[in-house]
T-cell receptor, first 115, second 112 residues
Framework: EAQVTQNPRYLITVTGKKLTVTCSQN?????MSWYRQDPGLGLRQIYY???????DKGDVPEGYKVSRKEKRNFPLILESPSPNQTSLYFC??????????????FGQGTRLTVV | SQKIEQNSEALNIQEGKTATLTCNYT??????LQWYRQDPGRGPVFLLL?????KEKRKERLKVTFDTTLKQSLFHITASQPADSATYLC???????????FGSGTRLSIRP
């Protein structure tokens, strides 16, 4: 089954404790992206990657890191989480050189609480 | 920078009526315009894509139009049902190799 898998689904952590949210897709998509979603603010892009070893900042990259060492994986790293990073996070992937098929597939979401 | 506006934050309509959601954008027209459905706490799910050279696209009870002169897309759900209640997101893409930009969404409620 084609899917984007994020882990964990729920996470409560303390300020300053480094954490990683994993994202994996099995559709051979070039493009992967991380979003955060907060009430009233919609989906805001954190980082995106057009292909392996190619990453770029989105609209709200501060406090986050990503890496793209393999095509299928795109982990989101919070080196020193703070309470303002409490949010619902989504990973997404899509084809990006196929003009017939550019829709994004989203993961189930990770609800992060930083206390 | 590109701005996307989706009509009201929330729209309430009677079951059986047609729901119409609006997506307006600024600056130049995208190559692709997409619509997604999102249920509370879940990831958005793709519904329809329309290209800049297409005026209209249909899928079952869904219809999307794209007017590059007005810089607007309309999303219609005909014969609406309570199960259609969700948040609907509009998204733009300027080429198949560029990132997808999402609007903030419209929360649609269909009352029985």
């Amino acid at each position: 089954e084609a899917q984007v898998t994020q882990n964990p689904r729920y996470l409560i952590t303390v300020t300053g404790k480094k954490l990683t949210v994993t994202c994996s897709q099995n559709m051979n998509h070039e493009y992967m992206s991380w979003y955060r979603q907060d009430p009233g603010l919609g989906l805001r892009q954190i980082y995106y990657s057009m292909n392996v070893e190619v990453t770029d900042k989105g609209d709200v990259p501060e406090g986050y890191k990503v890496s793209r060492k393999e095509k299928r994986n795109f982990p989101l790293i919070l080196e020193s989480p703070s309470p303002n990073q409490t949010s619902l996070y989504f990973c997404a992937s899509s084809f990006h050189r196929d003009s017939r098929n550019t829709e994004a597939f989203f993961g189930q979401g990770t609800r992060l609480t930083v206390v | 920078s590109q701005k996307i506006e989706q009509n009201s934050e929330a729209l309430n309509i009677q079951e059986g009526k047609t729901a119409t959601l609006t997506c307006n954008y600024t600056n130049y027209s995208p190559a692709y315009l997409q619509w997604y459905r999102q249920d509370p706490g879940r990831g958005p799910v793709f519904l329809l894509l329309i290209r800049e050279n297409e005026k209209e696209k249909r899928k079952e009870r869904l219809k999307v139009t794209f007017d590059t002169t007005l810089k607007q897309s309309l999303f219609h759900i005909t014969a609406s049902q309570p199960a259609d209640s969700a948040t609907y997101l509009c998204a733009l893409q300027y080429s198949s190799a560029s990132k997808i930009i999402f609007g903030s969404g419209t929360r649609l409620s269909i009352r029985p």
